[in-house]
């Protein structure tokens, strides 16, 4: 999804490491359904498989196992955990997981509001005029 230009990684201080943003192109490539599919894959070998969410050990095991992030500390962790925790129980569900994915990637959300306000206009252009 993304690949790091540096060796800067998300903390507290600094939540948005420099990076790739690989997602535009991947949902360009595999298309709504495809990425979102793919999301859910991601979450799928992040989550701990008792409890059906990403929580703080499941993803410090698996960000070292499957991402090969090793060298990621408790502290980065725990802020990537934060980052998209809206329900504040303290792991991220499938839900959850899919919006940061978004939220991370500018571009695809650039390119979001444009085909949203386009549909919008689209939908509701028509009607303004009429009135």
């Known amino acids: 999804m993304a ?44 989550m701990d498989g008792d409890k059906g969410v990403i929580t703080f050990e499941s993803l410090r095991r698996n960000a070292s196992a499957v991402l090969g992030l090793g060298d990621l500390t408790d502290d980065d962790v725990r802020c990537m955990i934060d980052e998209g925790d809206f329900d504040r129980d303290g792991a991220l569900n499938q839900m959850e997981f899919c919006v940061l994915m978004f939220r991370l990637s500018p571009d ?21 005029h009429r009135h």
């Open 3 to 46: 690949t790091p230009q540096s060796s800067t990684r998300p903390t507290h201080q600094n939540p948005q490491p420099n990076f790739h943003d690989l997602f535009p192109a991947m949902a360009g490539k595999l298309g709504g359904e495809g990425l979102i599919d793919e999301l859910c894959k991601g979450f799928e070998l992040l």
């Open 108 to 128: 695809l959300m650039d390119a979001s509001r444009f085909v949203v306000t386009e549909a919008i206009e689209e939908e509701f252009g028509d009607r303004t």
